[in-house]
């Protein structure tokens, strides 16, 4: 292993959905040690049995590689019990440590009289100098005991490379556990045992460890490990100011995903929540701001999770992807909402519609579940609803004609010249150019009678859609084609008869 190449680790525990901020720490992780050219360690501490679940931790590692992120050693705690077991005798051999008898009910009874009183919580140390025969007794009895680390009075001290010098008086810290009555280690004795195993140079995690951060110093000098370098990073806060929890919306990874947000979009937004570049830029890939990327950058005042921003960045992503790319990401949303079948999806008809959908649409949604919303009216086999302000313009004296011309100028495409023919079903399908050309056509044909601009282009839309607004009408042909816009025609005639419009 080359020395002094920094090391810095991710270590979530799997006893839920990768967390938005969660998920911010692993990518300041690596981006970090991908900067500074070194390694990143994955580290699943799933020494909590009863909330631990290979589901929480299958879907944190998909969730990562889903955002790109990736690693270069991987560990579990569940695998490395005996390691944390050899170093807590050691500290017990040494006097650092004693074993600690008291039962759940009487650290029980002690927090609610703490509590009474007024007091802070913590250990009373009963156990703390019990003689040998009093040890052997309880042991001799059966009774299960926990490992507790003795803290000395002293000041603990560190300089937090986002925050600065942080102090501590050990005062205010008790006896707490290493190993617990079942045999695992607590989170602060496995992390530093771990960090020093696994020569971890840099721990960057949220702010809500800088407690935790004065137990472990104590830890890595009474065990003679190396003391890390330390960073906290904020909180993120919902745009009211409160921490962020689902009362603001989605919160993990997965919750955004299953929203339609796109991997390069989540991970950019991430990486803005407390750093920026120098130079200003808001649209990124991540590779693209390693050379930029600096520990000290990262701001120590609370991030504010924007909903608006992010879909504003997503919405760019969407834009740059290509039609083809954009027609498998949007796949699974449209199959969700039944809009098409999934037997569908190989059928190049269904594809072809898909496609011209996209190019019509990518630029008016922000996510990919709002696809399904714009497309499902060229899906269906008539027109919804008609709203009033369709109604109204069909109401015109010159919409009927208007209709008329267009759906004669449809009929009289040859198929075998103007038309691209598919393969699969034989239908056929209009191109844009060839639907400027009819409208063009149908334009000429009344011009005699001033009927132009919206007196012509809205019946048309109105007579396919039902509606007055949407993308570029020659797209709105396209996507339809030939049969199924005179299919739309008939049904709105039938709706302006049937209704004596």
């Known amino acids: 292993m080359e020395q002094n190449k920094p090391r810095f680790r991710f270590a979530p525990s799997p006893t839920g959905g990768l967390h938005i901020g969660t998920a911010r720490t692993a990518l300041f992780n690596w981006l970090s040690a991908r900067s500074m050219g070194g390694d990143l360690i994955l580290r699943i501490e799933d020494t909590d049995l009863k909330r631990s679940t290979k589901e929480y931790e299958e879907s944190i590692i998909n969730d990562l590689k889903w955002l790109g992120l990736n690693w270069d050693e991987f560990y579990r705690q569940s695998e490395r019990l005996n390691l944390y077991k050899s170093e807590a005798e050691r500290l017990l051999k040494e006097g650092k440590a004693y074993m600690c008898f008291c039962s759940s009910e009487r650290l029980e009874a002690l927090k609610d009289k703490l509590i009474s009183e007024g007091k802070p919580l913590g250990y009373d140390n009963k156990c703390r100098n019990l003689s040998e025969d009093e040890i052997n007794d309880n042991l001799g009895k059966g009774i299960e005991y926990t490992i507790r680390f003795k803290v000395n009075p002293k000041e603990i001290k560190f300089n937090d490379l986002i925050r600065g010098e942080i102090k501590f008086s050990s005062e205010v810290i008790s006896d707490f556990v290493l190993i617990k009555s079942d045999g695992t280690p607590s989170y602060n004795f496995a992390v530093v045992v771990d960090d020093n195993d696994m020569r971890i140079t840099h721990v960057l995690r949220g702010e809500d460890h800088i407690t935790n951060t004065a137990r472990q110093i104590m830890l890595f000098e009474s065990l003679g490990y190396k003391i890390p370098y330390f960073a906290h990073l904020s909180m993120i806060l919902g745009k009211d100011g409160a921490k962020l929890s689902k009362r603001h919306g989605s919160t993990t990874i997965t919750q955004f995903k299953e929203e339609g947000y796109l991997n390069e979009a989540i991970a950019n937004y991430l990486s803005l929540l407390s750093w920026a570049p120098r130079d200003g830029e808001e649209i990124f890939y991540l590779n693209d701001i390693l050379n930029k990327f600096k520990i000290s950058d990262i701001s120590k005042n609370p991030a504010i999770f924007d909903v608006d921003k992010l879909n504003w960045l997503n919405g760019n992503y969407i834009r740059k992807k290509a039609n083809e790319e954009l ?124 009927i132009k601009g919206k007196l012509l282009y809205m019946p048309i839309r109105a007579s396919l859609t039902g ?23 008939n049904q709105t005639i039938s709706f302006l008869n049937n209704n004596k419009i």
């Open 327 to 450: 027609v498998e990401l949007v796949l699974p949303f449209l199959i969700k909402e039944n809009i098409i079948k999934s037997i569908d999806i190989n059928e190049q008809a269904s594809r072809n519609k898909i496609i011209k959908c996209v190019d019509a649409f990518k630029d008016k949604i922000k996510t990919l579940a709002e696809f399904p919303v714009y497309a499902k009216d060229f899906f269906s086999d008539k027109i919804s609803y008609y709203d009033e302000d369709a109604i109204n313009i069909l109401k015109s004296d010159t919409s009927i004609k208007v209709i008329n011309m267009f759906a004669n100028k449809l009929t009289q495409i040859s198929d075998s010249i103007k038309t691209i023919k598919d393969n699969t079903d034989n239908s056929n399908i209009l191109t844009e150019d060839l639907a400027k050309e009819i409208i063009n056509e149908v334009g000429s044909s009344l011009q005699a009678e001033n």
């Open 467 to 489: 509606k007055v607004h949407g993308p570029d009408l020659p797209k709105v042909i396209s996507i339809l084609g030939k049969e199924e816009c005179l299919k739309r025609i």
